[in-house]
């Protein structure tokens, strides 16, 4: 959705889309759900070294699982696939 606002070059709707993805306050179960099954299986795998679930972020039909470990950040990707050194900054 939001490559879709970025090529249709309407970037009222793309800052009103990041604004209020960011504003959002999910519960883990909202965040759960909002994840495939291979992803939630790569999380339950993460979690058992201390990292939690912080965000999901949609692209379109793909889904991105942020979590963090003290200051490390992990990502998986739609296929579940874990990347412990993404090119992510998160926010404090």
Same mark, same amino acid.
């Given at each position: 959705? %939001?490559?879709? %606002?970025i090529? /249709? @070059? $309407? =970037?009222?709707?793309?800052?009103? +889309? &990041?604004?209020?993805? *960011?504003?959002? /306050?999910?519960? =883990? $179960?909202?965040?759960? /759900?909002q994840? #495939? %099954?291979?992803?939630?299986?790569?999380?339950?795998?993460?979690?058992? +070294?201390?990292?939690l679930l912080?965000?999901? *972020?949609?692209?379109?039909?793909?889904? %991105?699982?942020?979590? @963090?470990? /003290?200051? @490390?950040i992990?990502?998986? #990707?739609?296929?579940? &696939? &874990? #990347?412990? #050194?993404?090119?992510?900054?998160? *926010?404090?």
């Open positions: 959705m %939001l490559h879709t %606002l090529l /249709d @070059k $309407d =970037l009222t709707a793309v800052t009103t +889309f &990041i604004a209020d993805s *960011r504003e959002q /306050d999910y519960s =883990l $179960d909202t965040l759960w /759900d994840l #495939n %099954l291979s992803q939630q299986y790569a999380v339950s795998s993460l979690g058992q +070294f201390g990292y912080t965000y999901v *972020r949609s692209l379109g039909s793909n889904t %991105l699982a942020i979590l @963090k470990q /003290d200051k @490390k992990a990502t998986i #990707n739609q296929a579940g &696939i &874990i #990347n412990i #050194n993404p090119a992510i900054h998160c *926010r404090q």
